[in-house]
């Protein structure tokens, strides 16, 4: 099993460009989640998904949207990047929403 | 908010020796975790304690729980070079939220 899966490793983007950043798990979870970390921060969520066909705001949603594509997979999108959305992104899927999270290998976003 | 916030911010401590890092928080809590984060990698889930619950071990961890006082500490016995890691303590109702983490250093 890979566990959770993320794609790409590291972007760099000019402002204003847009991307998508792909996660999958190959674990049955029902829940999935996007993070960011920035230094001295800890984590910080995004946007969840708490069953397939159902997505909600964390604490920093604004400027990311989210699609989740099936049950495995749960994208982020960034429309129109800035340099404050640099950051290094993670995401984390687990069986419900209050149980033990397993984590990507994250993903370094630098927006210049 | 019921983030919680980790203290220390930093320790460095010498191998063999304990570890204890400490979780305060501010509202009513399901359970409450704890995960480790090797440089530049993704958090690992070490133990989960319930609110019902008030000490738990895992092999050379202990973590306890005091929500009367909305508190957990780490404590990691017998420490390695390896444990060198940051930590985070994660409050859940519903969903995580996570705090800031201790780093912690073991020198060999």
């Known amino acids: 099993n890979a566990g959770v899966t993320q794609t790409p490793k590291f972007q760099v983007l000019k402002t204003g460009q847009s991307m998508t950043l792909q996660c999958a798990q190959d674990?049955?979870?029902?829940?999935m989640y996007w993070y960011r970390q920035d230094p001295g921060m800890g984590l910080r969520l995004i946007y969840y998904?708490?069953?397939?066909?159902?997505?909600d705001k964390g604490e920093v949603p604004n400027g990311y949207n989210v699609s989740r594509l099936n049950k495995r997979e749960f994208s982020l999108r960034l429309e129109s990047a800035a340099p404050s959305q640099t950051s290094v992104y993670f995401c984390?899927?687990?069986?419900?929403?209050?149980?033990?999270?397993?984590f990507g290998p994250g993903t370094r976003l630098t927006v210049l | 908010s019921q983030q919680g916030e980790e203290d220390p911010q930093a320790l460095s401590i010498q191998e063999g020796e304990n570890a204890t890092m400490n979780c305060s928080y501010k509202?009513?809590?399901?359970?409450l975790q704890w995960y480790r984060q090797n440089s530049g990698r993704g958090l690992v889930h070490l133990i989960l304690?319930?609110?019902?619950?008030r000490e738990k071990h895992s092999g050379r961890l202990r973590v306890t729980l005091d929500t009367s006082k909305k508190s957990s500490s780490l404590l990691i016995t017998a420490s390695r070079a390896a444990d060198t890691a940051s930590y985070f303590c994660?409050?859940?109702?519903?969903?995580?939220?996570f705090g800031q983490g201790t780093i912690l250093t073991v020198h060999p």
């Open positions: 984390a899927s687990s069986f419900l929403l209050s149980n033990e999270q397993f």
């Open positions: 674990m049955n979870h029902n829940s």
């Open positions: 998904s708490a069953s397939e066909g159902t997505t």
């Open positions: 509202t009513s809590i399901n359970n």
């Open positions: 304690i319930r609110s019902n619950e």
């Open positions: 994660a409050t859940s109702y519903g969903k995580l939220t």
